[in-house]
């Protein structure tokens, strides 16, 4: 069983930046791809970036440019530095990973980041 360890999160105002941090329990090889999801209230959860085990990024329109995804294959780790932050940013954040022997996918608990205007 994968387990994904998420830190980082908080409350911060309208341009301002946090960094969220996400391990994984998984075996380097045995992942795909890690990446972080969001949901706001009232909506969908939806992708914000993801990395693929090549290195290969993707990010959400709303956020190219602001928002930068690393890993750190020895130690499992994915991080998301979020800068200039907006009101519209404010969602829980679920720290995504998705396994290239089963091709199960794993979530974190899940942190909340709030931006206030």
């Known amino acids: 069983q994968v387990q994904l360890v998420e830190s980082g999160g908080g409350l911060v105002q309208a341009g301002g930046s946090l960094r969220l941090s996400c391990a994984a329990s998984?075996?380097?090889?045995?992942?795909?791809?890690m990446g972080w999801y969001r949901q706001a209230p009232g909506k969908q959860r939806e992708l914000v970036a993801a990395?693929?085990?090549?290195?290969?990024?993707n990010y959400a329109d709303s956020v190219r440019g602001r928002f930068t995804i690393s890993r750190t294959n020895a130690k499992n780790i994915v991080d998301l530095q979020m800068d200039s932050l907006k009101p519209e940013d404010t969602a829980v954040y679920y720290c995504?990973?998705?396994?290239?022997?089963?091709?199960?996918?794993?979530w974190g608990q899940g942190t909340q980041v709030t931006v206030s205007s």
């Open positions: 995504n990973l998705v396994s290239s022997l089963t091709s199960n996918v794993y």
């Open positions: 998984a075996r380097t090889f045995a992942i795909a791809s």
């Open positions: 990395i693929s085990g090549t290195g290969s990024k």
